[in-house]
C-alpha cells in the first residue's frame, strides 16, 4: 500500500486501518523522501519495519512546497551532478547502511512524464539548461542527463556501503510527451544500477476522463518495461483506479486486473496500490481508495485473497537481490 494522502508521513493507526480493510497483511508500504526535508526517514522506515513489512521509499530531488508542473529547483540534475547536494546524499546512503535492513528504493520516479521537476520534459528546454551551466544540450541531453545522475546517486551510495538498498527504475506506465526521445527506455541508466523494473499505471483518475481499460492500463508498459532486462522483477510501483460509476465499473476493473496479473504477468512479482482520496478544482473527487464502495472493496479483498499474494516479504536481509515471490 501507499499512502497518499500524506506521502512523507507513516502512522501504524493507517496501515492497520488498510489491512483491516483489505483483509491481508501488507508485505510492501510505500511513503516518500523529499529532498526538501533534508533528512532520513528512519522514523517511518522503523514504523514500517517493525510491522514485518517492506519499505518502498520514493525518493524525490524536489524542493518545497512541492507543487506539480514546476521547473528543476534546487536539486536539479546539474547541481546535483555537480556535487552541490554530496553530503545529503551521503546522510541518507549512511542512514540506509545504519537501518540495515532491506528497502526498496524509487529515485526520481516518472521521469518520464511532465509533472516532475527532474522530468525530462523541463530539460529539453535547451536555453535554459544552458544557463544553468549544461554544456552540449543535445538531442538527447534530457534523457541522458537523468541517466548520469541516477548512476552517480546510485554510485555514491553504494560507496557508502549502504548494500541493503534494492534499486527501482520507476517510470510512467506511457511517456508524456508520446515521443522517442522521451520513451521510457531512453532513461534506463543500465542493469548494474537496478535491481527492479517499476511502474506507475492507473486507470482513470478524473471526471473528465474518458474511461480506460485494464489492457490499456496495463499491458502495453508492462511489456515495455519487461524489454529493458530480461530477467529484473517487475513491480507496480504505484496503481489504481478512481471510482466514477457514470463512467465505468471500479469493482469490475479490479477484478479483472487480479486476473490479468495472474494469468498475462509472469514477472510481475509486487504490486502497490495508490490509496487516496482528494478534491479537485472542479470540486469533484477522485476517489482511489479501495473502500470507495462496498463493491470496489470487496473485489480488493478477493483479489489479493489469493495464496499467491503474500501477507510478508521473501527477502532475506543478506541478498542483494530478493527471490522472486508476488508481494
Request: aromatic share 18%; charged share 20%.
Amino acid at each position: 500500500m501507499a499512502n497518499g494522502d500524506a506521502e512523507d508521513e507513516i502512522t501504524l493507526a493507517r496501515i492497520e486501518e488498510f489491512e483491516q480493510n483489505v483483509g491481508k497483511h501488507q508485505a510492501i508500504i510505500a511513503f516518500s523522501s523529499f529532498w526538501g526535508e533534508q533528512t532520513f526517514p528512519d522514523h517511518n522506515l522503523e514504523i514500517i519495519a517493525r510491522h514485518g513489512s517492506i519499505p518502498l521509499v520514493y525518493w524525490s530531488p524536489w524542493d518545497r512546497p512541492y507543487r506539480q508542473n514546476q521547473k528543476p529547483d534546487r536539486f536539479s540534475l546539474i547541481a546535483i551532478l555537480a556535487g552541490k547536494w554530496d553530503s545529503y546524499i551521503d546522510l541518507w546512503a549512511d542512514g540506509a547502511k545504519k537501518f540495515d535492513r532491506p528497502i526498496f528504493v524509487s529515485w526520481g520516479l516518472e521521469m518520464n512524464g511532465t509533472w516532475f521537476p527532474w522530468s525530462g520534459y523541463f530539460y529539453r528546454n535547451r536555453s535554459w539548461a544552458g544557463s544553468q551551466g549544461a554544456s552540449h544540450v543535445t538531442k538527447n541531453f534530457a534523457p541522458e542527463l537523468y541517466k548520469k545522475t541516477y548512476r552517480y546517486v546510485v554510485d555514491r551510495v553504494r560507496k557508502r556501503g549502504a548494500k541493503n538498498i534494492l534499486w527501482v527504475f520507476h517510470a510512467n506506465s506511457y511517456s508524456f510527451p508520446s515521443e522517442n526521445w522521451n520513451a521510457m527506455a531512453q532513461y534506463y541508466p543500465g542493469s548494474n544500477y537496478v535491481d527492479w523494473l517499476g511502474l506507475s499505471a492507473y486507470g482513470v483518475q478524473f471526471k473528465s476522463e474518458s474511461w480506460v481499460t485494464v489492457k490499456d492500463a496495463l499491458y502495453y508498459p508492462y511489456k515495455n518495461i519487461c524489454a529493458l532486462d530480461p530477467n529484473k522483477p517487475v513491480m507496480l510501483a504505484e496503481w489504481g483506479v478512481a471510482d466514477f460509476p457514470k463512467v465505468g465499473n471500479k469493482a469490475v476493473w479490479l477484478t479483472e486486473a487480479f486476473k490479468m496479473f495472474a494469468s498475462q504477468f509472469p514477472r510481475l512479482k509486487a504490486t502497490v496500490f495508490w490509496d487516496e482520496r482528494w478534491q479537485n478544482e472542479d470540486n469533484s473527487f477522485s476517489n482511489l481508495r479501495v473502500t470507495s464502495s462496498l463493491e470496489s472493496l470487496e473485489a480488493y479483498r478477493q483479489g489479493i485473497a489469493a495464496s499467491s499474494w503474500l501477507a510478508y516479504p521473501a527477502i532475506q536481509k543478506s541478498e542483494s537481490h530478493p527471490r522472486p515471490h508476488r508481494f
